[in-house]
C-alpha cells in the first residue's frame, strides 16, 4: 500500500489575498456563454438605488493573459441573484449571506491552489513571457497544456470547497440540475467565469426558497467537481497537483487531488441492528465481525492511523458469501450496529453506506462516478467507515462476460483500484465488505482482492436450529423450551475455537485431495519449506491461486495474531484505551498479541483455499448445466426446423 503524502498548509494570508478578485466575480461580470445554453433569458433585476450600492465592474487578475473580448449578454450578479431568492426584501437574509460568503471564499481558496500549481510548474514564468511578448514558440503548447491544467485544478477546487463549506446547511430539499455545460479549459479565470455563469442560470431556475437555494449550489457543486474529475482523467500536466495535499486550517478543509473534501459528519442510521447472540451459527464470521468493529476504533483521528493497520491484522476488505437465507444481512446488522454504538460513547462520526444495484447507471461513466463517490464517502479519514456492497455479483461486472453491462464493468474497474491499487492507502478507519450468495459470479481479480474470508453458513448444529427457532418466535407463546440452554451453543470464544480447529483439514473435495497427496509425499507440514511445497500443489490444481491468495493468507494469519477482543470496559470508558495516545495505543495492542503457530497457518491456509475450490466448482457447474441447456437448445431447434421442412 502507497503512503499517505505530507499535506502542506494553504495559508490563509494567501487565501484572503484573493478576496478581493472574488467578490469582484460574485459581484458582477460580463460572459458570453460558448457551450452552454442559457436557461433563463432576463438579467437579475437591478435593485433600487442606494439599496447596496452599485456593482463593481469585474477586472482580470490573472498576468500574461491577453484579454478575449466577448459581446456583452447579460451582467452575471450573483449576489444580486442570491438576495433576489424568496423575492428579497431589502436586506441579506443570514443564510443568503452564509452562500455568498461561502462562494466567495471557495473562490479564493480556488485561486490560491491555483497559485500554487503555478509555482510548482513552469506557468508561473511561462504567464511571464506571455506578459512580456518573449513566449517562444516551442513553449506554446506546454503553456496551453499547463493552462488547462490550472483551468481544471482551479474548477474542481472551486466544487470541492463550495460542497464542503455549505454541506452543514444541507436540507431535505432534492434539486436535479443535471450536466455542467459550460466548462471552460483555456485558463483559471475564464473556467471560473463560465462555472459562474451557470451556477446563476441553475439559481434563477431552480432557487425557488432558501432551502432550495442551498440545495442547488450544492447539486451545481457535485455536478461541476464529477464533469472535471471525467477531463481531468485524460487531461496532462497534472502530476504535481495529484501527488500534493493541501490543507485550509481555518475551515478543516483538504485538497487532495481530484477527490472531494467532506465534513466529518457521520450517517444517520435507520436500519435494525441486531445484538451478537441474535446472529445464530456463523462463528468465525460472527467473531471476526465483532474484532473488527472494535479494531477500527483503535484509530487515532490526530495520527489519521490505525495501530491495527500498522502492526498487522487489520482487515481492509472482506468477502461474505454463503447461501440465501443463511445471515448476511443480519451479519450486516450486527456490525454496523457495534460500530455505530462504540462510535456513539466515545463521540465518534460513524459513516455506513451500501453500494446497491441503484448506483448501475445507463448513462456512460456514471456508474463508475458512483462507485467512487461511495469509496471516497467510507473511506473519508474523518470519520470511522464501514461500507458494503451486498450482492456484489450483480453490482461489479465478470470481465470477459457477455451478459455484464458496461455499467457494471466500469464498478468492477472502481473497486479493484480502490481495494489494492497503487494509489490505495489503508489508514484503518474503515473496511468494507463484499456479500454474496453467488461469490463463483465474481470476477476472480475483484474477489482476490477481499483480504478475508467470512463464510456465512447460517445454524449448523441442533442446538443452531433450536435457538433461531426460540429466537424468531418472539415471546408471544408458552410453549417449554425443552431440554436445551438457550444460546449456550452460541458462547462465541468455545465455538470459534471449534470451527477453527475443523480447518485442520480441508472442507472441499478437490483440495482434501492435494492436502493427503502433498502430506503423503512429505509428512507433517511443520515448516515453512512444506507449507510453501502444499501452496504450490495448491496452484497446481488451481492456477487461480496466486501471489496475492498468499498475501490474504498471511494477513489472515496475523489477524489470528490478533486473536483477541479488546475488552469490553475499553469501549465503554474511552479514558482506558480510546483517548489515549496513538503511540499508547500501539503500545497496548502489541502487549496483546498471540505468537504465530503452525495450526493457525495451515488452518488460514486450507480455509482461504476451501473458499477458492469451492467458488471454482459452483463456476465450473454452473458453466457446464449453461452449455447443456445451449445443447439441448440447438437440439431442439433442429429438430423442429428438420419438421418444418418435412
Known amino acids: 500500500m502507497s503512503q499517505t503524502h505530507d499535506q502542506m498548509e494553504l495559508r490563509e494570508e494567501d487565501v484572503r489575498a484573493h478576496y478581493a478578485a472574488a467578490l469582484d466575480l460574485i459581484d458582477g461580470f460580463d460572459h458570453a456563454p460558448r457551450i452552454g445554453t442559457a436557461k433563463e433569458a432576463s438579467a437579475p433585476a437591478e435593485r433600487s438605488p442606494g439599496v447596496g450600492g452599485t456593482r463593481r465592474r469585474f477586472r482580470s487578475t490573472t498576468p500574461g493573459l491577453a484579454a478575449r473580448r466577448v459581446t456583452r449578454t447579460e451582467g452575471i450578479q450573483l449576489t444580486t441573484r442570491v438576495e433576489a431568492v424568496e423575492g428579497g426584501d431589502g436586506l441579506t437574509s443570514p443564510l443568503q449571506a452564509t452562500v455568498l460568503q461561502s462562494l466567495r471564499r471557495a473562490i479564493a481558496i480556488a485561486l490560491a491552489v491555483a497559485d500554487q500549481y503555478a509555482d510548482r510548474t513552469a506557468l508561473k514564468d511561462l504567464k511571464r513571457a506571455n506578459l512580456e511578448g518573449s513566449l517562444a514558440d516551442g513553449q506554446k503548447a506546454e503553456f496551453t497544456e499547463l493552462l488547462t491544467a ?32 459550460e466548462v471552460l479549459t483555456d485558463n483559471g479565470q475564464l473556467a471560473l467565469h463560465g462555472a459562474l455563469w451557470e451556477l446563476d442560470q441553475d439559481i434563477a431556475v431552480h432557487a425557488s426558497s432558501e432551502a432550495k437555494l442551498v440545495e442547488t449550489v450544492l447539486a451545481f457543486a457535485e455536478a461541476l467537481m464529477d464533469k472535471v474529475a471525467g477531463r481531468a482523467s485524460t487531461a496532462g500536466r497534472l502530476e504535481p497537483f495529484v501527488s500534493a495535499s493541501w490543507r485550509v486550517e481555518a475551515d478543516d478543509f483538504t485538497v487532495d487531488g481530484f477527490s472531494p473534501a467532506s465534513k466529518a459528519k457521520g450517517s444517520t442510521l435507520t436500519m435494525t441492528f441486531k445484538k451478537p447472540n441474535e446472529v445464530v451459527g456463523n462463528h468465525i464470521a460472527k467473531y471476526q465481525a465483532m474484532k473488527l468493529s472494535k479494531m477500527l476504533m483503535a484509530y487515532d483521528f490526530d495520527r489519521r492511523l490505525n495501530p491495527f493497520a500498522e502492526l498487522g491484522g487489520f482487515i481492509f476488505t472482506f468477502m461474505g458469501d454463503g447461501k440465501p437465507g443463511t445471515g448476511k444481512t443480519t451479519l450486516i446488522q450486527m456490525m454496523a450496529g457495534l460500530i455505530n454504538d462504540y462510535c456513539g460513547v466515545v463521540g465518534y462520526p460513524f459513516r455506513y453506506q451500501n453500494l446497491s444495484t441503484d448506483n448501475i447507471d445507463s448513462y456512460q461513466g456514471k456508474s463508475g462516478q458512483n ?50 491499487g497503487a494509489n490505495t492507502v489503508v489508514r484503518g478507519n474503515c473496511t468494507f465488505g463484499m456479500f454474496s450468495n453467488y461469490p463463483e459470479n465474481v470476477d476472480d481479480a475483484l474477489r482476490q482482492r477481499a483480504g478475508a474470508r467470512f463464510l456465512v453458513d447460517g445454524p449448523q448444529t441442533r442446538e443452531d436450529y433450536i435457538d433461531i427457532l426460540y429466537l424468531l418466535m418472539g415471546k408471544n407463546h408458552d410453549i417449554p423450551v425443552g431440554e436445551h440452554e438457550v444460546f449456550s451453543a452460541q458462547e462465541i470464544k468455545k465455538a470459534v475455537a471449534a470451527s477453527f480447529e475443523s480447518h485442520s483439514k480441508p472442507h472441499e473435495e478437490g483440495l482434501l485431495k492435494v492436502f493427503d497427496r502433498v502430506h503423503s509425499q512429505i509428512g507433517e507440514l511443520d515448516t515453512i519449506a512444506k507449507m510453501g511445497t502444499y501452496l504450490k500443489g495448491i496452484q497446481e490444481a488451481d492456477e487461480r491461486f496466486t501471489g496475492r491468495a498468499i498475501k490474504n493468507i498471511t494477513d489472515a494469519v496475523k489477524v489470528r495474531a490478533m486473536d483477541f477482543e479488546l475488552p469490553d470496559e475499553w469501549m465503554e470508558n474511552p479514558e482506558l484505551f480510546l483517548f489515549k495516545d496513538y503511540d499508547a495505543k500501539k ?28 467458488y471454482a466448482d459452483k463456476s465450473d457447474e454452473v458453466a457446464i448445466e449453461a452449455m447443456v441447456r445451449d445443447f439441448g437448445r440447438q437440439e431442439e431447434a433442429k429438430k423442429r426446423y428438420l419438421e418444418s421442412k418435412g
Open 150 to 181: 490550472e483551468a481544471l485544478i482551479t474548477l474542481y477546487v472551486f466544487g470541492s470547497a463550495t460542497a464542503f463549506l455549505l454541506a452543514s446547511h444541507a436540507t431535505e430539499e432534492t434539486v436535479e440540475v443535471g450536466e455542467v455545460e
Open 371 to 420: 462507485a467512487k463517490a461511495f469509496i471516497n464517502n467510507v473511506l473519508d479519514p474523518g470519520v470511522i467507515g464501514f461500507g458494503t456492497i451486498d450482492d456484489i455479483d450483480q453490482l461489479a461486472g465478470k470481465r470477459g462476460d457477455r451478459q455484464s453491462s458496461a455499467g457494471q464493468l466500469e464498478i468492477t474497474a472502481v473497486l479493484m483500484e480502490s481495494f489494492a
Open 587 to 614: 503500545a497496548m495492542i502489541a502487549d496483546l498479541r498471540v505468537p504465530i503457530t503452525t495450526e493457525m497457518v495451515i488452518q488460514e491456509i486450507n480455509r482461504y483455499a476451501d473458499s477458492e475450490f469451492r
